[in-house]
């Protein structure tokens, strides 16, 4: 996996442009779609609809309760991160409902983005046991709410069972360079990863 210079916008590599399909996944109102819209270089694919009084005995609302649309297929995005890595964004639906539809939504893809908002870390336990399962390399990526609180990283680490090799980074879902970042790091980890498949033993 040859991806140097992916992290300088505008700085071809040699070769052709690679197309690279990542997963944006984590639990209900975590933030995915959010950052699909954020950070994609055109306007995304989305899938939301209207949360009704039908699916108040279904869909968790707990510490989300202002949440009034929920992703019920997949959000869609993509973005440049150099003349020759194109990053294709799959944002997973968050409901337990909806969750057949991940395994056809993991096929072909080389990494993943789990959000987690630290009020509610519970709501992303099955995204980042999906990962494991899948055996997706991924980043965890924790959205600043308003009303978050500043946990340290390595708090967080410890209560979600993250192993030291997988990156931990806080961002806002809203904002396009923090969300860039986010994938920055993702790539970077999937290239150390495939690094360290080569050396010897």
Known sequence: MDLKGFD????PTSGETRSVKVMIAGGFGTGKTTMVRSVSDIKPLTTEETLTQASA?????????DKTQTTVSLDFGKISLND???LYLFGTPGQERFWFLWNGLFKGALGAVV???TRR??????AIEEMERQKVPFVIALNVFPDSRDYPVE????ALDIPPRTPVVTFDA???AASRDVLV???RHLKDRSTAALEPR
Not at 8 to 11: A, E, K, N
Not at 57 to 65: K, M, Q, S, T
């Open 84 to 86: 020759t890595l194109m």
């Open 57 to 65: 005995d279904v869909d968790h609302l707990v510490g989300v309760a």
């Open 155 to 158: 708090e967080i680490r410890d």
């Open 8 to 11: 300088r916008p505008g700085s």
């Open 121 to 126: 870390l519970a709501s992303s336990f099955r």
């Open 115 to 117: 959000l987690v908002d």
């Open 185 to 187: 790091t993702l790539i």
């Open 174 to 176: 809203r904002d396009r």
